[in-house]
T-cell receptor, first 111, second 112 residues
Framework: SQTIHQWPATLVQPVGSPLSLECTVE??????LYWYRQAAGRGLQLLFY??????ISSEVPQNLSASRPQDRQFILSSKKLLLSDSGFYLC??????????FGPGTRLTVT | SQQGEEDPQALSIQEGENATMNCSYK?????LQWYRQNSGRGLVHLIL?????REKHSGRLRVTLDTSKKSSSLLITASRAADTASYFC????????????FGTGTRLTIIP
């Protein structure tokens, strides 16, 4: 069966520090991968998605970036965090067949 | 504005009652999906309805889709305390890409 992992589960970082969030998927090949951000009590904002290794589409201009160094690994990064980067970050995968499957999320607080 | 917007934003009902949430969207779609999110957790896929379908059932869930009105509803029958969660609709674009656009969600509280 397929599983998706995200880490860390929670993170507190000072403004201006770098960020690296990792997402890995097991049990499937060549999935579509997604990074979303969810502000408190709000819906999901799609940040990046990838249909293959090295293929990244950015949805929202910001100081975040994403990379897909391996088929089942998706990384969200920032060189310098802003206060507005605080939120709940969700990684998801799909098999190109409609449904998306979400990881447990990372709660990021920028102080 | 949001492609998918749910209403109401929040709903509280007694355990055992039925809960109905609505979703409206703006552009043509291939399918519409509903997801549930428990507090502080990831989203869980509930049900998918395709644009050529009008109604779909899964256990205590019933979803309807009216493409002429660009709207969908999610009915949860015989609600349970464990149904307390936020519910989101998500739509794809009708030109074959793999992106979903999520609504802002309905926060459902079941009162025991």
């Amino acid at each position: 069966s397929q599983t998706i992992h995200q880490w860390p589960a929670t993170l507190v970082q000072p403004v201006g520090s770098p960020l690296s969030l990792e997402c890995t998927v097991e049990g499937t090949s060549n999935p579509n991968l997604y990074w979303y951000r969810q502000a408190a009590g709000r819906g999901l904002q799609l940040l990046f998605y990838s249909v293959g290794i090295g293929q990244i589409s950015s949805e929202v201009p910001q100081n975040l970036s994403a990379s897909r160094p391996q088929d089942r690994q998706f990384i969200l990064s920032s060189k310098k965090l802003l206060l507005s980067d605080s939120g709940f970050y969700l990684c998801a995968w799909s098999s190109k067949a409609d449904e998306q499957y979400f990881g447990p999320g990372t709660r990021l607080t920028v102080t | 504005s949001q492609q998918g917007e749910e209403d109401p934003q929040a709903l509280s009902i007694q355990e055992g009652e039925n809960a109905t949430m609505n979703c409206s969207y703006k552009t043509s779609i291939n399918n519409l999906q509903w997801y549930r999110q428990n507090s502080g957790r990831g989203l869980v896929h509930l049900i998918l309805i395709r644009s050529n379908e009008r109604e779909k059932h899964s256990g205590r869930l019933r979803v309807t889709l009216d493409t002429s009105k660009k709207s969908s509803s999610l009915l949860i029958t015989a609600s349970r305390a464990a149904d307390t969660a936020s519910y989101f609709c998500a739509t794809d674009a009708n030109f074959g890409n793999e992106k979903l656009t999520f609504g802002t969600g309905t926060r459902l509280t079941i009162i025991p």
